[in-house]
């Protein structure tokens, strides 16, 4: 919590001082943020007179302020002031964690991140009994080392639930919970270098020849090869996404991961997979769901193609990126076209085709030279 001496002007042009406690902020259900403030008037007075006995007490007077706001700030740190109760710091962990999932307005699989940690969280520790009191820096250490060691999960997974955990204790400290945040110096996990499966022109061709026992997944899979949506932008696709634009048709559609706003021109291959439009509020691909059924589905159907991988949605997208980046599209436009926030994701793909490249250089055969 941040402790200021603030200055209100009056009428006359004289000074009015005041101590401004910032509590933190919250997120209201609509959205927006909500700094939460107190003010505590110290009914002390600047004069605007330039006269040398006024200057003089405007200096005292400022003086004065100055000692009441350190004082203020050092019972504040002694937790002796009002705005910082001990009945905050026994507010339940688990519980605090749980709400701040529930008011999130996020995709399902993000959600599914905070539900994964809340549940790590419990077996770290004891859900019912462990309140923001026991929750110090050997407390985040600790639950990090855990994480770092659980044998069913990758790296990058640790990093992401290690993460929600520190957004949960930065919330905490902002809106007056904890004094500190007992994270800051806890450093987080770096993620390493995930194998990115993708399929290459040549896969795809053979995937829309084969076929698939369920024709929505199939034009739904190939609309991803085809614009790089995440499965979960598919699913919420609506009619009313698609408009008419330049002698052809684009989406406008709000990302659910980074609830960017993004505008895509639609190849006419790409529109043919749309099939038969339908009311402006109903799904593009309504009924279809990614359930244990779509995904056998998927890999009944690559075995068709007489493809050797296991296929997942998200492969969609990564092919879409690779295949841009082996035509020669510049990476910013690529970076673009995904929605991506930062240049330094989208290069991922780019390792991907320089190891292609040198597979293919090492594929030349060695020529006998006589020097």
Not at 295 to 308: M, T, V
């Amino acid at each position: 919590m941040k402790i200021q001496l603030k200055e209100r002007k009056l009428n006359n042009g004289d000074k009015s001082l005041y101590l401004e406690y910032y509590i933190g902020y919250e997120r209201t259900p609509d959205g927006k943020i909500k700094h939460n403030r107190k003010k505590e008037n110290l009914n002390l007075r600047i004069y605007k007179s330039n006269k040398p006995a006024d200057k003089g007490n405007n200096k005292l007077t400022y003086d004065l302020a100055n000692k009441i706001l350190i004082q203020k700030q050092a019972k504040y740190n002694e937790n002796n002031l009002d705005i910082f109760s001990d009945k905050r710091l026994k507010t339940n962990l688990i519980d605090y964690i749980e709400k701040i999932k529930e008011s999130k307005n996020s995709s399902y699989s993000l959600k599914k991140h905070w539900i994964n940690t809340i549940n790590h969280l419990g077996n770290f520790c004891n859900p019912d009994t462990t309140t923001f009191k026991q929750v110090n820096e050997s407390f985040v250490i600790k639950f990090k080392e855990y994480l770092l060691n659980l044998e069913d999960i990758h790296n990058n997974t640790a990093s992401g639930y290690y993460e929600v955990f520190r957004e949960a204790l930065k919330k905490a400290y902002q809106e007056g919970i904890l004094k500190d945040n007992p994270a800051k110096n806890v450093k987080g996990i770096k993620k390493t270098d995930v194998k990115r499966d993708y399929l290459t022109f040549e896969e795809i061709q053979k995937l829309a020849f084969a076929n698939c026992e369920n024709e929505k997944l199939k034009r739904a899979f190939l609309f991803a090869c085809l614009t790089g949506l995440r499965w979960c932008d598919i699913y919420n696709l609506k009619w009313q996404d698609i408009e008419k634009f330049n002698d052809g048709s684009r989406l406008i559609f709000r990302q659910q991961k980074t609830k960017g706003v993004e505008y895509f021109d639609l190849s006419s291959q790409a529109v043919k997979l749309l099939g038969e439009p339908s009311k402006p509020d109903d799904k593009v691909f309504s009924g279809l769901k990614y359930t244990t059924d779509a995904y056998y589905r998927l890999q009944l159907w690559g075995k068709n193609a007489g493809i050797n991988k296991k296929i997942t949605f998200h492969m969609a997208r990564h092919s879409f990126a690779t295949l841009l980046l082996t035509k020669g599209v510049a990476i910013e436009v690529i970076q673009k076209l995904l929605g991506h926030r930062f240049l330094k994701t989208t290069q991922i793909y780019a390792k991907i085709v320089d190891e292609k490249k040198k597979e293919a250089l090492n594929k030349i055969p060695d020529f006998k030279i006589n020097l």
